[in-house]
Nanobody, 115 residues
Framework: QVQVAESGGGLVHSGGSLRLSCVPS????????MGWYRQAPGKQRELVAT???????NYADSVKGRFTISRDNAKNGVYLQMNSLKPEDTAIYYC?????????WGQGTQVTVSS
């Protein structure tokens, strides 16, 4: 069994920044594929960013150039640095971890960006 916990969400104005953190527990390895989804009411779930291997990364076009995903090697987790935030970034952000073909999800953290 693997558990995942997110933190770092909050309320910010347009143009502000937040740093989300995702920390797994249980028997996991730092090279596990991890990433972030987000979902807002009335909108489809969107894959925001992923990290594979040591430092391979991919981003959705909507966040590329503004968000950065990176490994937290001390905790076997990941960060999501979110800069130049826009109101359309408002959503619940969910972290996931993939191990042995199974996907484990966190409970989500709310990000709200005001105009």
């Amino acid at each position: 069994q693997v558990q995942v916990a997110e933190s770092g969400g909050g309320l910010v104005h347009s143009g502000g920044s937040l740093r989300l953190s995702c920390v797994p527990s249980g028997t996991v390895f730092r090279e596990n594929d991890m990433g972030w989804y987000r979902q807002a009411p009335g909108k489809q779930r969107e894959l925001v960013a992923t990290v594979t291997g040591v430092d391979g990364t991919n981003y959705a076009d909507s966040v590329k150039g503004r968000f950065t995903i990176s490994r937290d090697n001390a905790k076997n987790g990941v960060y999501l640095q979110m800069n130049s935030l826009k109101p359309e970034d408002t959503a619940i952000y969910y972290c996931y971890l993939i191990r042995m073909g199974r996907t484990y999800w966190g409970q989500g953290t709310q990000v709200t960006v005001s105009s």
